[in-house]
């Protein structure tokens, strides 16, 4: 009888809430051209680009192209390896200069994300690839790596989470209440949002929504975001206080007044960052894959899981994790001739013999 060794660690963690990623994939129906009018364009969003939900700068015409065309390889956009060179505006007569203290505030920020995630900021020494940080009359940054030079720009200095979101989008994260389950839980107060900013709270075409809705994001609106009532949320002149985001029912008591929150990054945005920069020797299963196979970068990620328990055990390196992605029932008792620990990525997972 062979000795094969049996060290498998059965993790299921029973984290209860949610993931701050929106993700979009190719295939859907393209929707009709909605030409949106465009925010006002604050200092260091570049020509040919605007602002929208915002703070996200995408090209001119990104509704034109219709979301998927412009969304779905936003997952390509990762920064290789997770390092994200950065510079800052250290030009004095720069309108965009960003003083040594504020610039350690920054570094701060990164570092938040550096401690969840196998995410390292480096100060640029040559790479095409990198976030130019240049301050602005207000917050704003792309998502995800968009190839060559890109700004962050911030306004808000002295508040290190504001600063984490803008980041948060520079690593590929889009707005937690844009997701296209939503509507499940929060409920968009149309009548409190003047007609040209409407636009800012479409949801996303289908998603890859990661983990249960996240009312705790970072990545989430607050309940007055872009509300035309004055004294939001206790304008009895306008519909729910003026309120453009109301919590629907039983998260209300909880989440209400608490959405939108800018002092922590919430354990599902640390968990989703860490499985969209995983460490090398972390693989996923989801036996329902709703990955985009075609783009895979390499099959076991995160966005591209195996979709087979024994296939993916098979590849999960010695010592490594397997992360199942989506809660459910698993077929995992087996013998195992490697050490390798699996766990639950969200919600609660449970493992059953053949
Ligand atoms: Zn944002």
Redesign the pocket.
Known sequence: MNAKMIAITVLAAFVSVSAALAQTRSGQPQPQPTPQPQEPKPYGVPEGYMII????IVPVDFYEKGEPAATFTTFLRLWHDGIVPYEFDIDPSSPGYVSPSRRNAMIQAMADWEAVANVDFVPRNGQSDYIFIQDSDRNS?FVGRQGGKQVVNIFNWDREFIMA??LG?ALGYW?EQSRLDRDNFIQIIWDNIPDDKKHNFQSRQEGGEYGPYDFDSV?HYNQCAFSNCSNCPDNNACPSGGRTIVVKPPFDTQWQSAIGQRNHLSVMDRLTMSFMYPEPNWRFLDLSCRCFLLNCIRAGDFFCPYDDMADAVNRTPAGGTLWLRTPGTYSALATYNKPMTIRCGYGTCELRGQ
């Not at 939900?53 to 996200?56: F, L, W």
């Open positions: 939900e915002g703070d996200i940054s979101h803008e989008h707005h990545m």
